[in-house]
């Protein structure tokens, strides 16, 4: 198998270091991502998007790359997501003072349960 290119670091104006391409992709991605959970399996284990468009599902993430280049697509373009639960996109912020909330300091070992 030939080496798969990697995305241009080409500057996104909404998330720097994410191509535009990319997050164009990346949020076709999310949209779809709880109609595509059910559908997931051995062959369907990884999801690939152009823009809008949903190009296909592999088991082997390399594959959909290829299959991407093939058509075409610059790899500044695509994205490639696993089929997984994950709740929240990689663009929203986290806020780490949520994880603190509830959390006993007398228990031990982060055992907070009563």
Sequence with gaps: MSAV?????EES?????????????????????????PLRSRKREWVAYHGDERVGFHSDKAE???????????GDEVYIGRLMPQYLPPWEPIDLDDFGEGMDED????????
């Design 5 to 9: 290119p990697m995305p241009a670091p």
């Design 107 to 114: 228990q031990p070992n982060g055992d907070h349960s009563r």
């Design 64 to 74: 959909l790359y290829q299959e991407c280049y093939r058509r075409g697509y610059k």
């Design 13 to 37: 104006s909404n998330v720097p270091g994410t191509p535009a391409g990319i997050r164009r992709s990346m949020e076709a991605y999310w949209r779809d991502l709880p109609q595509l959970l």
